[in-house]
C-alpha cells in the first residue's frame, strides 16, 4: 500500500500500525502471527529480569466498555523471551518492552534484549498491575530511568506512560529531556469492576487496567497535548480499531499507533484492515502520505 511507510526514531515500518505490548507477545509464533497479519512493527509483552506468575484470575475480563485486565505482568524473565524475540528478527521493527522494579532493573533488562538484536525498547513506565512504584507517575523518576537506560543501550528507547499521572505532559518532556527516542501514549487506566450478584470484584486483583474503545477520547488528548510539548515521535495507544481512529490520532499528532485490545475485536488481519482504511482515508483527501497527517490537528 502505498504512502503509509513512516520512519519512527530511525526504525523504516511498511505502515504505521503496530501491534500493542502484552497482546499475544510472549512467543515469536503469536509475533509472526501480527507480522502476517500486517502489523508495520511489534512490541512483545513486558519483560522483568525474573520470571513471573503474574496475579491470581480471572485475570482478564470483558466489560460492556472494554477490557479489564489484571495480568501482573506474567513472563518469562527477560532473558527467555530475548531468545524468543532473537527468532523474530528481520521482517519488521521488532521492539522489547521492559521493566524494572528499580532504575538499574530497568537498564539490565534493556541490556539484556538489545544484546538480543531486538530494533528497540520500549519502557514500560505505566504498568497498572504490579505492586511497587510507578515510574512514570513521576517527572524526577522517568527521567532516571530513560537516562540510565540510555547510557547503557544504543537501540531507540520509547517510553510508555500513563494517563494515571498527576501530568503526563510533564513527564513525557522529563523523558525527552533524558534522551528518550519517542513517547507511547497510552498504556490502561486503572479501573474496575463488580459482580452485583456477588458483591465482589471481577478481577482476581480486583484493579486492573482498562483499554478498548472507550480509552480513544484519553489517549487522544494525551497524545495531543504531549505533541505540543515534545519535539521526539509520539506513538498512540489506546482504542484503535479502525483506520479512522488512527488517522485521528495522527491529526493529534501521533507518528503511529499501536493495537492491542483492536486484534480482539477483529482479529490478527486488524494491522492490514486498518492500513487499508488508512489509505482509502488518504485517497479520499487527496493526500500522498500518512505523514502528512502527522499534527494538523493542531493548526
Ligand atoms: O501485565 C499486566 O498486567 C499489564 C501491564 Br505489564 C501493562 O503495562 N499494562 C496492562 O494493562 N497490564
Excluded: W
Amino acid at each position: 500500500m502505498q504512502g503509509l511507510e513512516v520512519e519512527l526514531a530511525g526504525m523504516r515500518l511498511r505502515n504505521p500500525t503496530m501491534l500493542a505490548s502484552g497482546i499475544m507477545g510472549l512467543s515469536a509464533a503469536s509475533l509472526r502471527r501480527a507480522i502476517k497479519g500486517g502489523a508495520g512493527a511489534v512490541v512483545a509483552k513486558s519483560c522483568s529480569s525474573q520470571p513471573r506468575e503474574g496475579n491470581p484470575n480471572p485475570t482478564v475480563v470483558e466489560i460492556p466498555t472494554g477490557l479489564l485486565n489484571s495480568v501482573g505482568l506474567a513472563n518469562p524473565g527477560c532473558a527467555e523471551l530475548a531468545e524468543e524475540l532473537g527468532r523474530c528478527r528481520g521482517e519488521v521493527p521488532v521492539v522489547a518492552s521492559v521493566y524494572g522494579f528499580s532504575t538499574r532493573e530497568y537498564a539490565a533488562c534493556a541490556q539484556v534484549v538489545e544484546r538480543a538484536g531486538v530494533d528497540a525498547v520500549e519502557l514500560n513506565l505505566s504498568c497498572p498491575n504490579v505492586e511497587g512504584t510507578v515510574f512514570g507517575y513521576s517527572e524526577e523518576l522517568a527521567r532516571e530511568v530513560v537516562e540510565e537506560v540510555k547510557r547503557r543501550v544504543r537501540v531507540p528507547v520509547f517510553a510508555k506512560l500513563t494517563a494515571d499521572a498527576g501530568d503526563i505532559v510533564s513527564v513525557a518532556a522529563a523523558c525527552e529531556d533524558a534522551g528518550a527516542d519517542g513517547i507511547t501514549a497510552i498504556n490502561t487506566l486503572r479501573a474496575m469492576a463488580i459482580d452485583v450478584t456477588t458483591a465482589k470484584p471481577v478481577l482476581g486483583n480486583r484493579v486492573g487496567g482498562l483499554s478498548g474503545a472507550c480509552l480513544k477520547p484519553v489517549a487522544l488528548r494525551c497524545v495531543y497535548e504531549i505533541a505540543e510539548e515534545v519535539s521526539i515521535p509520539v506513538i498512540g495507544c489506546g482504542g484503535v480499531t479502525t483506520g479512522r481512529d488512527a488517522v485521528e490520532f495522527f491529526l493529534a499528532g501521533a507518528r503511529a499507533v499501536q493495537i492491542g485490545t483492536g486484534v480482539l475485536y477483529r482479529g490478527m488481519s486488524v494491522f492490514r484492515k486498518v492500513s487499508m482504511e488508512i489509505a482509502e482515508y488518504l485517497e479520499e483527501k487527496g493526500y500522498s502520505r500518512v505523514d502528512e497527517l502527522v499534527g494538523l490537528a493542531h493548526r
